[in-house]
């Protein structure tokens, strides 16, 4: 499978370099990526200066907003530039759209969640790989997908588990979900996973370390082993159960030498 998507990237990179138009993936999780761009990197094919650039062309990692779980790879032509791409991206939306989907009647609305909308989605016969992230806020939902598929769907949803839905596509610039965070800091011996894993989620060192050696810990789509890995600002950790925070990395240390850690917690 990833021997395969590594294959069709570097095509869509060449196609995108000399043929002069722009290509992209599907949408792709976190640990595809990560396994890919572990490929790439091994090979030589992978580089990062102002931009990505994947065999010498400029790649963007695009998913709709800031912060998306899921994500194409866009290839861009010599004559488009990442900001630009952003720019009429946001505004347009020729790659992916937003749905807006809201009870139709919210006081007889069901406590719809994540998986509830995927369900809705699999149940008209939408292959995860043309959806992306999906948001939930109370009963409602923003739901990122190909544009190819985006009118199928705004017409076609009408019902999440027992309740009746309005189904609205909207570009991602208008797509008014904010991701909530619990930010949370405490002291810690180090930077260590095992130590914030268990400072974040107010575990002992020994579950945390548990829950790594049992492979339920992700870091930026990896899934990693080692309780003492040093963790780098930004890194992006998922916990397989208990849910996913952003490490922002450490600030003061105290007077016995131990550091405060910092992280945002998805809400």
């Known amino acids: 499978m990833n021997e395969y998507l590594t294959g069709r990237i570097r095509e869509l990179s060449v196609r995108a370099r000399d043929e002069a138009y722009l290509t992209h993936t599907d949408f792709l999780s976190q640990s595809e990526l990560a396994e890919v761009f572990d490929e790439l990197r091994k090979d030589g094919e992978l580089q990062v200066y102002d931009d990505m650039l ?39 939306g020729d790659l992916i759209q937003c749905l807006h989907v809201a009870p139709k009647n919210k006081k007889f609305a069901d406590a719809l969640t994540h998986r509830d909308y995927l369900g809705a989605l699999m149940h008209l016969g939408i292959v995860r790989e043309k959806t992306g992230d999906i948001l939930c806020e109370d009963a409602e939902a ?9 009118s199928v769907i705004a017409e076609e949803l009408t019902r999440v588990k027992h309740t009746d839905v309005i189904c609205e596509a909207v570009s991602p610039e208008n797509c008014h979900f904010e991701q909530k965070y619990k930010e949370l800091s405490g002291s810690v011996a180090s930077e260590r996973l095992d130590a914030v894993l268990a400072m974040a989620f107010h575990l002992s060192r020994g579950t945390a370390k548990e829950l790594i050696d049992g492979e339920n810990v992700m870091i930026d789509g990896r899934t990693t082993t080692d309780p003492g890995r040093i963790l780098k600002a930004q890194e992006r950790i998922s916990v397989r159960g208990y849910g996913k925070f952003i490490y922002d990395g450490s600030g003061d240390r105290t007077k016995k030498g131990r550091t405060f850690a910092k992280v945002r917690i998805f809400a």
């Open 54 to 92: 994947i065999s010498g062309t400029v790649c963007v990692v695009y998913g709709g907003h800031a912060d998306a779980d899921r994500n194409m790879l866009v290839f861009l032509p010599d004559y488009l530039t990442k900001e630009a791409f952003l720019k009429e991206e946001a505004a347009v």
């Open 142 to 150: 923003y739901i990122f997908v190909s544009a190819e598929i985006v």
